[in-house]
């Protein structure tokens, strides 16, 4: 794709890449930029939607409902509500289609949060999950058994499997020892995951876990299935075990979130879309109600990209699309968008780490109008073609809501449409 | 503290850059970026051992860079280390011989380009190859470039000068066009002068990477401020300084400073002004002055963007300008790295990691097929034909040809042939 691009989108995390995804969909010609790669290669590959408050009948519909029944009540400039809930639902579904396509199927549980178990043991509620992990859901009290490899240090079965125990979830752990793996110095979740391709390693793992099932129904393994074929992975080892077999999210670098970026940016590059990242956006030309072009950090000098709509998805405080500084001062690092919720540096954190409450910070944010175009606090719009999406939003508090990937894919997909649109509703 | 050391700092321990490294990937003597960058440079203060050897196998491809979330110089800090083993003496002294006949390209092809049928033969022998990977340890299958019998600036200072009031550009030719492929520099100058630009062509020595990325940062900074001392008066002047190897320019930019904490006012004016080639077009197109292409190119060609053209973070400027050809068909390669990285898969105990790393950009050119692939490094170039048998070319051969220059060879005999 040569010249100026109909939508620039900047950032690479979920929210930018569904947003580049989508304004494709709609025949425009889009550019995606970013800094680095971005939360998907540190997330658990899940998209939670919505796991505070949800209840027995919970789920996305009502998670959701939640979100706007009782968020909304309180929040009612809470991104969700500002979608309603059949665009949410519409988003949603559309990710897990897209995810179907390429061979990797996203499952929701009937309407309910599964409760899978983290990298410690704990439930940890989350609305799509990958097939390969869905047979450690900790509602059902099959015995499992947790399995580590001795060279991948980062993952530590007795710990869950102990947590496990503790919530009443029979678990055994062990560490296997493949020959294989003894001379690799290093590993990482990605070196074995790319291991995989071969069947003499699947057959070396088998044999190695087959003497510690004990009566197991289920094996957990680090999620490493691969990335090309992780279904079949899945499968081939479950036929050698006789047992079932799920993915556990491990510690960066996580392989179940590297799986959606890459399906994603295949998607964006089959459609015809640019993904480059190495590009630090830093400063921005304004002109009237309209941005010009941004500015990106290079050698020497500033490249500049113009574009007739820009997407802004560059995440929060954790993403770096927001910088907070010691003073207090919060800024959105480009635009130097307003900030709602910004706090005194005092009162950033609360002195509870587990606070129920959250910390403030993370609910410092840009506020939107309903085609999420940035606003100020009188409600004045910052630009006409200037759409914001992801956690970088404000009346949201991702982590405690266990609303992050919902909040990226629902108003990634819509701030997509929208800038490929860029009508005013 | 420069800037290179500042950024580790910013080091979120993600593992991101881990999972990108092409060399880590496929192989167990390099831990990869985050350890051997903002891990262990934590370690390398001025009083203290150094920590591991295996920095010397970061190929400097920047890969890591581009894909860190937080911009950690990561490839410089490992660039910095091996200077700092250079400069401590923990790089053998036949390793440095060897990598020193490796990095001086410019003393090279001065030397040897004037006997160029003769230097070839010996390079090409596969005695001379054999003794050479024994005693030197330059690998003997390695893509050694043919000197050329035509040296760049000669040609160019041989032929009736163009004069232009409306706009001059110096051009920074660079080792490999002047010793090794005059024709880049040629389909260079065709494509500027047929857009009524004044080509200059000043004396000028080695950018220096090549010893850079040795770690012999002593010599690289006399070929930076020799090149300062040349270039200066035309960035006075505000005439750009353009140039069609990637490193060269990237050098120049930023990798010469960063490296060598050489940030003059001089440094930097010299900075400001230097352009990759295509960089500089895209600027003319945008202006509404470029020339347009006319001559269609009826071919489906493999592209790829070599490492040292990301780093610059211009996106990718030359895809664009080829884009401007009637009928050609570019196809981009995804892959992280072509391998060779410069001079590192020269190197004996280096080659087949380079070819390793190279794999999945050679089956991509293979696939692609088509009688030549286009890439705008000269050392990647090499590596890519090595490995697959098909032709390279820069492409500014192609936009010459397309403009009606035919004086490139490799180019016309693939339209010919289509
Ligand atoms: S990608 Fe950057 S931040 Fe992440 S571990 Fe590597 S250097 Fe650190
Ligand atoms: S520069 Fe290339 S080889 Fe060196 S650490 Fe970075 S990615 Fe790996």
Redesign the interface.
């Known amino acids: 794709m040569a010249g100026k691009p109909d939508v620039l989108v900047i950032g690479a995390g979920l929210a930018g890449l569904t947003a580049a995804w989508q304004a494709l969909t709609m025949g425009k010609r889009v550019r995606l930029i970013a800094k680095g790669w971005g939360m998907t290669h540190w997330h658990a590959g899940c998209i939670d939607v919505m796991g505070e408050g949800v209840d027995d009948d919970g789920g996305i519909s009502d998670s959701a409902g939640h979100a706007m029944a009782g968020t909304a009540a309180v929040q009612p400039d809470h991104p969700y509500a500002i979608l309603g809930r059949p665009k949410l639902n519409e988003a949603i579904d559309s990710f897990a289609q897209l995810c179907r396509a390429y061979e990797y199927p996203l499952v929701g549980n009937a309407g309910k949060n599964w409760m899978l178990p983290s990298a410690v043991g704990a439930a940890r509620p989350t609305y799509l999950a990958p097939e390969t992990m869905i047979a450690g859901d900790l509602t059902d009290q099959r015995p499992m058994l947790i399995v580590g490899l001795s060279q991948l240090n980062d993952f530590y079965p007795g710990l869950m499997a102990d947590n496990l125990n503790a919530q009443g979830i029979p678990a055994a752990a062990v560490t296997v020892d493949l020959a294989s793996l003894r001379e690799v110095r290093h590993l990482n979740p990605v070196m074995v995951a790319n291991r995989f391709h071969s069947l003499t390693f699947l057959d070396e793992i088998a044999d190695a876990i087959r003497p510690h099932l004990n009566g197991a129904e289920r094996v957990g393994l680090p999620a490493v299935l691969g990335f090309e074929q992780p279904i079949r992975v899945k499968l081939e080892l479950e036929q050698r075990l006789g047992c079932q077999l799920f993915e556990i999210p491990t510690l960066p670098p996580s392989v179940p979130g590297i799986r959606l970026h890459r399906i994603l940016v295949q998607e964006i590059r089959r459609l015809g879309g640019v993904v480059q990242e190495g590009f630090e956006v830093v400063a921005a030309e304004i002109s009237g109600s309209r941005v010009l072009r941004v500015f990106s950090e290079a050698g020497a000098r500033q490249k500049s990209h113009a574009a007739d709509v820009f997407v802004l998805a560059t995440g929060g405080i954790l993403g770096g699309g927001m910088v907070a500084a010691q003073t207090g001062d919060i800024k959105e690092t480009i635009f130097g968008l307003p900030l709602s919720g910004v706090k005194a540096q005092q009162d950033w954190l609360s002195h509870e780490y587990f606070d129920p409450q959250g910390h403030a910070v993370f609910k410092t944010g840009i506020r939107v109008n309903r085609d999420f175009r940035p606003i100020d606090e009188t409600g004045s719009q910052f630009a006409e073609n200037l759409i914001v999406v992801g956690t970088t939003l404000a009346h949201c508090d991702p982590l405690r809501e266990r609303s992050m990937e919902g909040i990226a894919v629902a108003t990634g997909f819509w701030g997509g449409r929208q800038a490929a649109s860029n009508e005013s509703s | 503290m420069n800037p290179v050391e500042l950024s580790l700092q910013n080091c979120i321990k993600?593992?991101?850059c881990?999972?990108?490294c092409p060399v880590?990937?496929v192989t167990?003597l390099f831990?990869?970026p985050k350890?051997e960058g903002p891990q262990a440079a934590r370690f390398r203060g001025s009083d203290q051992p150094m920590p591991d050897s295996s920095v010397d196998y970061c190929s400097g491809c920047r890969v890591c860079?581009?894909?860190?979330?937080?911009?950690v110089k990561i490839a410089e800090i490992n660039a910095k280390a091996r200077g700092g083993m250079v400069a401590a003496g923990a790089v053998s002294a036949r390793q440095r011989l060897r990598n020193n006949l490796l990095a001086r390209s410019a003393d090279l092809g001065r030397l040897a380009q004037p006997v160029a049928p003769i230097a070839n033969a010996i390079l090409n022998n596969r005695l001379v190859r054999i003794v050479t990977e024994s005693v030197l340890g330059i690998a003997r299958e390695a893509p050694l470039p043919s000197f050329s019998r035509l040296r760049f600036s000669k040609w160019f200072h041989g032929r009736p000068k163009t004069v232009s009031a409306k706009r001059q550009v110096v051009f920074f030719h660079g080792c490999s066009t002047e010793y090794y492929e005059p024709r880049v520099g040629q389909a260079a100058v065709a494509v500027l002068e047929a857009n009524g630009i004044e080509v200059i062509v000043p004396p000028q020595g080695c950018c220096g990477l090549p010893l850079l990325s040795n770690g012999e940062f002593d010599a690289a900074r006399d070929y930076h401020a020799s090149n300062i001392s040349s270039l200066l008066a035309y960035a006075k002047q505000g005439i750009p300084i353009i140039g069609t190897s990637t490193s060269c320019t990237?050098t120049l930019?930023?990798e010469a400073p960063e490296l060598l904490d050489y940030y003059g006012e001089d440094a930097q004016l010299l900075?400001?002004h230097?352009y990759d080639f295509h960089e500089y077009l895209l600027e003319l197109l945008e202006q509404g002055e470029l020339l347009m292409p006319r001559r269609p190119i009826p071919l489906t060609l493999a592209y790829h963007a070599p490492c040292q053209y990301?780093?610059?973070?211009?996106?990718?400027p030359s895809?664009?300008?080829m884009?401007?050809i009637p009928e050609l068909n570019i196809i981009e390669s995804?892959a992280a790295c072509c391998g060779i990285a410069g001079t590192y898969g020269y190197k004996r105990e280096k080659y087949q990691i380079g070819m390793d790393v190279g794999r999945p950009l050679f089956e991509f050119v293979n696939s692609v097929g088509g009688s030549v692939a286009v890439c705008d490094s000269e050392t990647c170039r090499w590596q890519i034909t090595h490995a697959t048998g098909i032709e390279t070319v820069h492409p500014v051969e192609l936009l010459a040809a397309a403009y009606g220059y035919t004086g490139c060879d490799r180019v016309e005999k693939a339209i010919a042939g289509s």
Request: hydrophobic share 40%.
């Open positions: 993600c593992n991101i881990v999972t990108a880590a990937a167990d831990p990869g350890y860079n581009m894909v860190c979330p937080t911009g990237l930019k930023e900075a400001a230097t990301r780093a610059h973070r211009i996106g990718r895809l664009e300008i884009g401007l995804q």
